[in-house]
């Protein structure tokens, strides 16, 4: 039904994401330039509403493949981003990738934030082209 163009989004956007963290990584971007991981966040939330969708509504894997209404593809999209968002935040703390105790909470609920935002924004390009109005 819609697996197909919806996977090559997500293959897009898992490519982007990791360029772009590569990059971070060997240019020690991350460390010089305070703004670089919020692009990231907001990417990895559109990915992460998109695969959350993906994964029940058209894997097979949740129910049946079939478009979802609007306001069933906003709930479980960003529950779904909300739920992965936070899981990376105490996956970062866990592994002791907070090096600024000053600015943790700050710099978390920026995460969370962006990772809501680019969420909404995956969810709204999604709706627009794929989800049917009236179907329940």
């Known amino acids: 039904m819609f697996r197909e163009p919806l996977l090559r989004i997500l293959a897009a956007l898992a490519v982007l994401i990791a360029l772009l963290h590569i990059t971070a990584i060997v240019f020690y971007l991350y460390w010089t330039l ?12 559109a990915f992460g509403s998109l695969s959350v969708i993906w994964t029940v ?12 209404s609007v306001l069933r593809l906003f709930a479980i999209g960003l529950v779904g981003t909300l739920l992965l968002g936070v899981g990376w935040e105490v996956f970062e703390r866990a592994l002791g990738h907070t090096w600024s ?14 990772d809501m935002a680019g969420g909404f924004v995956g969810l709204l390009l999604f709706a627009r082209y794929y989800a049917t109005p009236g179907a329940t």
């Open 101 to 114: 105790i000053e600015g943790y909470w700050l710099d978390t609920m920026t995460d969370l934030f962006l």
């Open 57 to 68: 509504f058209f894997s097979g894997y949740v129910g049946n493949a079939a478009p979802p």
């Open 34 to 45: 305070w703004w670089y991981d919020m692009p990231l966040h907001f990417l990895g939330g």
